[in-house]
């Protein structure tokens, strides 16, 4: 016996269409919502999510063997800006069985991260990511690629962002040489990229939620100045302006290096001696460029103090 489908009329469909419509609207509102740096806002956000996924009106994929447990959220940049609370419910929408954060010299996120994994119904774990300089491999490779002596560090099952009475000053101290070594970064880089300037207190700060600015941020930085300065769009590295293509393309113009060494071809890093390249023909590389050379002078991780070990990201 075949069954007949109940009869529905256009004004039925219409509504039924307007229904889901707005559905889609109010989700994507509240997704919005759990990137923005108020952190009420995403609380909020993501309760009424969970809620809507309780009653089956926001869709979420059924759990898989699918885990990524090296996140960074907005605290140390997300190139989606993706908060920690967002970072859960897409979790839960993507059907992860756990997801972990690891964001750069903070535990910023800690806290949020594991009440929102609890809200939104996920497994999740909450860590720490920085970079050390090993004397005793100063001129091997272990896992930064073209970066001797450098080394990725991790630190994980962190329950809370606050840490013990005797690891405050380590954590503190990885927070205040991160911003130090932005701050030498950034005066150099705006003499070498003159008239392309930022202001870090004004134009890269104010990108992060916490005061926490990564290089990451200090390139958007100097993107929206590029922007400014020459009336350019930027889009993940393709510039869409004729006048500046132009630009770039001219080996003798001061700004086509610019744009090539940050945002098209990346200065080579090599422990060779001698390869420190430059995109000006006629100019020196900027203090810098070989990373390898900082590091052995062990200024990249910790300014002008000398001492070896730190966090450079």
């Given at each position: 016996m075949?069954v007949?489908?109940?009869y529905?009329?256009?004004?039925?469909q219409?509504?039924?269409v307007f229904?889901?419509c707005?559905?889609?609207?109010?989700l994507?509102?509240?997704?919005?919502?759990?990137?923005?740096?108020s952190?009420?806002?995403r609380t909020s956000?993501?309760?009424?999510l969970?809620?809507?996924a309780?009653?089956g009106?926001a869709p979420?994929?059924?759990v898989?063997?699918?885990?990524?447990?090296?996140?960074h959220?907005?605290?140390?940049?997300n190139a989606y800006?993706?908060?920690?609370?967002?970072?859960?419910w897409?979790?839960?929408?993507?059907?992860f069985?756990?997801?972990g954060?690891?964001?750069f010299?903070?535990?910023d996120?800690?806290d949020?991260f594991?009440a929102?994994?609890?809200?939104?119904?996920?497994?999740?774990?909450?860590?720490?990511?920085?970079?050390?300089?090993?004397p005793?491999?100063a001129t091997r490779?272990?896992?930064?690629?073209?970066?001797p002596?450098v080394?990725y560090?991790m630190g994980?099952?962190?329950t809370?962002?606050?840490?013990p009475p005797?690891?405050?000053?380590?954590?503190?101290?990885?927070r205040?040489?991160a911003?130090r070594?932005n701050?030498e970064?950034?005066?150099?880089?705006?003499a070498?990229?003159?008239p392309?300037v930022i202001?870090?207190?004004r134009?890269?700060?104010?990108l992060?939620?916490?005061?926490?600015a990564?290089?990451?941020?200090?390139?958007?930085?100097y993107?929206r100045?590029a922007?400014?300065?020459?009336g350019?769009?930027?889009?993940g590295?393709?510039?869409?302006?004729l006048?500046?293509?132009?630009r770039v393309?001219?080996?003798n113009?001061p700004?086509?290096?610019?744009?090539?060494s940050?945002?098209?071809?990346?200065?080579?890093?090599?422990?060779?001696a001698?390869?420190q390249?430059?995109?000006?023909?006629?100019r020196p590389?900027?203090p810098?460029?070989?990373?390898?050379?900082?590091?052995?002078?062990?200024?990249h991780?910790a300014?002008?103090?000398?001492?070896?070990?730190g966090?450079?990201?």
């Amino acid at each position: 016996m075949n069954v007949i489908p109940a009869y529905r009329s256009p004004i039925h469909q219409t509504r039924d269409v307007f229904e889901r419509c707005h559905i889609i609207s109010q989700l994507t509102e509240l997704e919005l919502k759990l990137n923005s740096f108020s952190l009420d806002q995403r609380t909020s956000a993501l309760a009424e999510l969970a809620a809507l996924a309780e009653r089956g009106e926001a869709p979420c994929e059924p759990v898989k063997d699918v885990v990524n447990l090296h996140c960074h959220t907005f605290f140390s940049f997300n190139a989606y800006g993706h908060s920690p609370t967002s970072l859960a419910w897409l979790a839960k929408k993507r059907g992860f069985a756990a997801v972990g954060i690891v964001d750069f010299d903070v535990l910023d996120a800690v806290d949020e991260f594991l009440a929102a994994c609890d809200l939104a119904g996920v497994r999740g774990s909450a860590g720490i990511e920085t970079r050390v300089f090993i004397p005793e491999f100063a001129t091997r490779e272990i896992n930064s690629p073209g970066e001797p002596g450098v080394y990725y560090h991790m630190g994980i099952g962190f329950t809370s962002g606050t840490v013990p009475p005797a690891a405050a000053p380590t954590l503190a101290a990885m927070r205040s040489r991160a911003d130090r070594r932005n701050r030498e970064m950034a005066a150099r880089v705006n003499a070498y990229l003159d008239p392309v300037v930022i202001d870090y207190e004004r134009e890269v700060l104010p990108l992060t939620p916490a005061g926490n600015a990564t290089e990451r941020h200090m390139l958007l930085a100097y993107i929206r100045a590029a922007d400014r300065e020459f009336g350019a769009v930027f889009l993940g590295g393709v510039v869409d302006s004729l006048p500046w293509r132009d630009r770039v393309r001219s080996r003798n113009s001061p700004h086509s290096g610019f744009v090539r060494s940050l945002f098209l071809v990346p200065y080579p890093r090599s422990a060779r001696a001698g390869s420190q390249l430059s995109p000006f023909p006629d100019r020196p590389a900027p203090p810098g460029s070989d990373l390898s050379a900082d590091v052995a002078r062990g200024e990249h991780f910790a300014g002008r103090s000398g001492k070896r070990s730190g966090s450079p990201v």
